[in-house]
C-alpha cells in the first residue's frame, strides 16, 4: 500500500508541474501586453515606450519564454516564487497571507457539500421514485444548471439585504463565511447527490441487499449498512476530483461576497497577466487537486482490499 | 458653531479647491463609508500611491479642476519668468501629518525621490530638466526647450505626490511601516491596511481647516453588485465605479441614487482603418462621421449617463471645439460623390462591392455593446453595413495587421488631468504605440511636435483647434463617439454628494448632506 501511495505521489507531483508548464505555454496566447497592462493598473494610462521598456528589463519580460519558465521553476525549487509583477510583493508573502482564509472556506464548504448531498441522496434512494426522490432529482437539476454567482446575488438580495441577515461586506467576519461556504458548498453538492443517488439505488438492487432485506433487515439498514459503503468508493473519488473545482470556484464567490482569501488577489492578477501569481496560484490548487486525490486514493485502498492487492502485484 | 462654519466657508472660498463637496458639517458626523472596485495593495508610494491622493490622504502641488485648468494646490504660485523656467512657489504653513514642514527641500527631495523610483515620474520630465531650490518655498526647474505641460504634470497623480522622502526611505521596501507615519500632507491619515479596507482619520493640524469627517473607511469590493448590495444594506455611504447598466435599478430603488458628476476627460473614442479595407478614402470617412448621432448615442442610448461628443475633447476644457454635427444629407451627398449608391437591400454598393464596415469593441468595456448596436442602427440608415467583432486585448489585436476592422471603439483619454501630449504622440503620430489605423497626416505630424514645446497659450490653443478641425473636416481618423461623465451610487445621507472630477472623492470638506 506505501509503494501504492509512493506512486502515486510521485504521480502527483509531476501531474502539478506539467500543469504549470501548461499554463505557461498558454499565456502567451493571451492577449494583452503585460507591462502596458502592470503600469495601467498602476494609473499610467498612457505609458510611453521608455517605460514600458524599463519594466520588461525589471522582470525579465525581454528574455525567451521557456528561459523565463526555467528560471521560474528553479526559483520554486529553491522556494522562491519570484515578485508579482503587479505589486512587487513576493508571490509567496501575497498568496500565503491570504491562503488561510480560502482554505477556511473551501474547507467549510466541502463538508457542507459532503453532508448536504449524503443527507439528499440518502432521501432520494430511501423512497426512490416517490416524490422525495423526485424533488430531490428536481431540485439537484436546478442546482446543477445555475452559477454559483447567481446564487451569491440571489442570497445577498434576498436574505442578507431583504431579511437584514448578516452583512455583504464581510471584512473576513465568520457569518459571511458560513453564507460563501454554503452557496460553493450547496452548488457543488448538486452533481454528487446525482452520483451517490445512482450508486445506492444500483447497490439497493444488489444481492447483498436482497439477502439482508430476506432476513428482516429494515429499509434504513439495508440502506446504510449494505448499500451505503459500495457505493460510496465512486462517490468519494468525485470528491476528490471535484476539490479542483471547489478552490477553481473559490474565486468568484471570494469576489462576491469580499471575501478576505486568495480569489479577489488572482483574478486581479490573471486581468493584469500578473504572470508568476498566476503560475503560483495554479501550483498550489493544482497541488491541492494532487493532494486529495492521494487521500481518496488512500480511503479506497483502505476501504476496498481488491484494489491493495492490485496495487501490491 | 456658526463661527466654525463661517471660518471654514471664507476658507474655501479663499482656497478655491472646487474638490468634490458636500455642505461642511458639524463634528458629529460618522466617518464616511466608501466602497471601490480597486485594491490598494499596499502603502508603496512609488506603484500605489497615487491611490492616497483620490481618498484624501496625498496631495499635489497643482490641480485639475472642472473648469478645464490647473490650479495651485500646495503651491501659491507657478509661474514661467522665462520659456525654459518655471518657479513654483509653495504655500507656507503647510505640514506632512507628520508635523515636519513642507519647505522648498522636502519638495524638492520628495520629486527626486520620485523620479529615481517611479518609472512614471521618469516618463513625464523631460531630458535636460533640473530641479533646484531658490528659497525657504520656492523651487525652480530649468529645461533646454520649453516645458508647457508641466502645471498638467505637477496634477497628475501618477507623477509627484508630495511626501515626506526621507521617512519613505527609512522603511526601505518594509511599506507596512509607512502606515501611520504620517508621510503625506492630506486632511485624511491612513492609520490601517489590509487586504479588504483602508482606514484613515482627520489630521487635525490639516493645513486648510479642520477636516469635516472623523475619518473614512475605504473597502474594496471587485464586484460591482455587492457595492451597490453594501449601500442598500447601510453598510456604504458612496459606491464608486457603477455600471451604467444599473442605473435603472438604482433609480428604482429608494434610499440610493446614481449621482452623475462633471464631464471626464475622455469617452468612447472611434479609430478608423486607414491601413485596410474602405475606410482609406478620406470622403468616406468624412461621411460616417457625419452619419453619427452623437446626441442619440448621449440621450437616448446611455440616457444622459454620459455626455453628448460636440469635438474630440471634452466641452469644458478651453481648447475643445464645437464642431461634430450629425448631417445625413452631407453624409449621403459625400457617398454619392466617392460612388456609392444604394442597392436592391438598401445597403450602399460601389462596383459591385458592398459597403461593409467592421467595428471593433473588446469585452472589457461591456458599454460598447450598446455603443456598437446604436452606431450599427445609425450606418444602417444610411446604407453602411455595420458588423461588429469584439477582441479581447484591444490595444495589441488593433496593432496586428492581420486583424481585420474598420472602426476601433476605444475608451480613452484624450486629455487626462489636462495633458493633451501623450494621446496626440501615441495615437495620432507615424510609430506612435497607439497609432491603429497608420494614421499619416503631415500638418499633425508638425503641429504635435511644436505643441510639446509651444509656450504661448494662445499659440496651442490654435494648434489643438486646427487638429480637432483636421480629424473632422479634412483628414478624419480619431473621434469621440460620446464623453464619460464622473458618476458614483450614494446613500440619502450623501445624496448631495457629486462624483469627484479627476478621480478626487475625498477632500475636507466632504461631508453628509444637511
Known amino acids: 500500500m506505501a509503494r501504492a501511495l509512493g506512486l502515486r505521489l510521485i504521480q502527483g507531483v509531476l501531474a502539478a508541474f506539467g500543469a504549470s508548464l501548461l499554463v505557461w505555454l498558454m499565456l502567451p496566447l493571451a492577449p494583452g501586453d503585460p507591462a502596458e497592462m502592470i503600469l495601467q493598473a498602476r494609473r499610467v494610462e498612457e505609458p510611453t515606450a521608455a517605460q514600458i521598456a524599463e519594466l520588461r528589463e525589471r522582470f525579465g519580460l525581454d528574455q525567451p519564454y521557456w528561459q523565463r519558465y526555467l528560471l521560474w521553476l528553479a526559483g520554486v525549487l529553491q522556494g522562491d516564487f519570484g515578485l508579482s509583477w503587479r505589486t512587487g510583493e513576493p508571490v509567496w508573502d501575497g498568496l500565503m497571507r491570504r491562503l488561510p482564509a480560502t482554505l477556511y472556506l473551501v474547507g467549510l464548504s466541502f463538508v457542507i457539500s459532503v453532508a448536504w448531498s449524503l443527507a439528499l441522496a440518502l432521501v432520494a434512494a430511501r423512497w426512490v421514485g416517490r416524490w422525495p426522490d423526485r424533488l430531490v432529482l428536481a431540485y439537484t437539476r436546478v442546482l446543477a444548471a445555475l452559477p454559483s454567482f447567481v446564487l451569491a446575488l440571489l442570497l445577498l438580495q434576498f436574505v442578507v439585504v431583504g431579511l437584514g441577515v448578516g452583512l455583504v461586506l464581510s471584512g473576513g467576519a465568520g457569518a459571511t463565511l458560513v453564507f460563501a461556504a454554503a452557496v460553493l458548498g450547496i452548488d457543488r453538492a448538486a452533481g454528487w447527490t446525482q452520483l451517490l443517488r445512482a450508486g445506492l439505488i444500483e447497490h439497493l438492487a444488489r444481492g447483498p441487499a436482497d439477502v439482508a432485506r430476506a432476513r428482516g433487515a429494515r429499509p434504513r439498514r439495508v440502506l446504510t449498512v449494505y448499500a451505503l459503503p459500495a457505493a460510496m468508493l465512486p462517490w468519494l473519488t468525485a470528491l476528490g476530483i471535484s476539490l479542483g473545482g471547489l478552490i477553481g470556484g473559490a474565486p468568484i464567490l471570494e469576489t462576491i461576497f469580499t471575501w478576505p482569501g486568495i480569489g479577489a488577489h488572482v483574478l486581479t492578477a490573471l486581468s493584469v497577466r500578473d504572470v508568476p501569481v498566476i503560475q503560483a496560484f495554479v501550483l498550489i490548487a493544482a497541488l491541492a487537486y494532487v493532494g486529495a486525490s492521494l487521500l481518496v486514493d488512500a480511503l479506497a485502498l483502505l476501504m476496498d482490499p481488491r484494489m491493495r492487492a492490485g496495487a501490491v502485484r | ?514
Open chain 2, 1 to 514: 458653531m456658526i463661527l466654525t462654519l463661517s471660518r471654514r466657508a471664507l476658507l474655501a472660498g479663499a482656497a478655491a479647491l472646487a474638490l468634490p463637496m458636500a455642505v461642511a458639517a458639524d463634528d458629529a458626523h460618522p466617518p464616511l463609508r466608501m466602497v471601490t472596485s480597486f485594491t490598494i495593495n499596499s502603502m508603496d508610494p512609488w506603484t500605489q500611491g497615487f491611490w492616497m491622493q483620490e481618498f484624501g490622504q496625498a496631495e499635489l502641488l497643482m490641480q485639475f479642476r472642472d473648469d478645464g485648468a490647473h490650479h495651485p494646490w500646495l503651491l501659491e504660485a507657478l509661474d514661467k519668468p522665462e520659456p525654459t523656467r518655471w518657479v513654483m512657489t509653495l504655500r507656507d504653513g503647510i505640514t506632512f501629518q507628520n508635523g515636519k514642514p513642507v519647505d522648498a527641500q522636502a519638495v524638492l527631495a520628495a520629486i527626486e525621490a520620485a523620479i529615481a523610483n517611479s518609472a512614471s515620474a521618469r516618463g513625464s520630465v523631460p531630458e535636460g530638466a533640473v530641479f533646484s531650490v531658490t528659497g525657504p518655498l520656492e523651487l525652480s526647474v530649468t529645461t533646454p526647450e520649453p516645458w508647457p505641460e508641466l502645471p498638467g504634470v505637477l496634477a497628475d497623480e501618477s507623477v509627484f505626490l508630495i511626501l515626506d522622502a526621507e521617512a519613505v526611505a527609512e522603511v526601505g521596501e518594509d511599506w507596512a511601516q509607512l502606515i501611520g507615519a504620517g508621510i503625506y500632507t492630506g486632511p485624511y491619515e491612513v492609520t490601517a491596511l489590509d487586504e479588504t479596507r483602508m482606514v484613515a482619520v482627520a489630521h487635525e493640524g490639516y493645513w486648510q481647516g479642520k477636516p469635516a469627517l472623523p475619518g473614512l473607511t475605504l473597502a474594496f469590493v471587485p464586484d460591482a453588485n455587492a457595492r451597490i448590495l453594501a449601500l442598500q444594506n447601510d453598510e456604504a455611504d458612496i459606491a464608486l465605479y457603477p455600471p451604467l447598466a444599473a442605473r435603472p435599478a438604482v433609480d428604482a430603488t429608494p434610499g440610493v441614487h446614481f449621482n452623475l458628476g462633471a464631464l471626464a476627460t475622455g469617452g468612447f473614442t472611434g479609430f478608423m482603418n486607414l491601413q485596410q479595407g474602405l475606410l482609406a478614402d478620406a470622403t468616406l470617412r468624412k461621411a460616417v462621421l457625419r452619419a453619427t448621432d452623437f446626441r442619440e448615442i448621449a440621450e437616448d442610448v446611455f440616457r444622459g449617463g454620459v455626455a453628448q461628443a460636440t469635438s474630440l475633447y471634452a466641452q469644458n476644457l478651453p481648447f475643445a471645439l464645437e464642431n461634430y454635427t450629425t448631417d445625413l444629407s452631407e453624409a449621403a451627398a459625400l457617398l454619392d460623390e466617392a460612388g456609392w449608391v444604394p442597392g436592391p437591400d438598401g445597403i450602399r454598393r460601389r462596383d459591385g462591392q458592398r459597403l461593409a464596415l467592421t467595428l471593433a469593441i473588446y469585452p472589457q468595456q461591456p458599454d460598447l455593446v450598446p455603443l456598437s448596436t446604436a452606431v450599427q442602427a445609425q450606418y444602417a440608415r444610411l446604407g453602411i453595413e455595420a458588423n461588429v467583432v469584439s477582441f479581447d486585448g484591444i490595444n495589441q489585436a488593433l496593432m496586428e495587421p492581420s486583424n481585420r476592422w474598420d472602426i476601433a471603439m476605444v475608451s480613452s483619454g484624450a486629455a487626462s488631468w489636462g495633458r493633451v501630449q501623450n494621446f496626440l504622440n501615441s495615437y495620432l503620430l507615424p510609430g506612435g504605440r497607439r497609432n491603429y489605423g497608420g494614421y499619416d497626416n503631415a500638418e499633425v505630424n508638425a503641429l504635435v511636435p511644436e505643441l510639446a514645446t509651444e509656450a504661448d497659450p494662445d499659440r496651442r490653443r490654435a494648434i489643438l483647434h486646427r487638429v480637432q478641425e483636421i480629424l473632422w473636416e479634412e483628414d478624419p481618423f480619431a473621434f469621440s463617439y460620446n464623453i464619460h461623465l464622473d458618476r458614483v451610487i450614494v446613500n440619502d445621507r450623501y445624496a448631495c454628494y457629486p462624483p469627484g472630477f479627476a478621480l478626487y472623492h475625498v477632500s475636507w470638506l466632504t461631508a453628509p448632506c444637511e
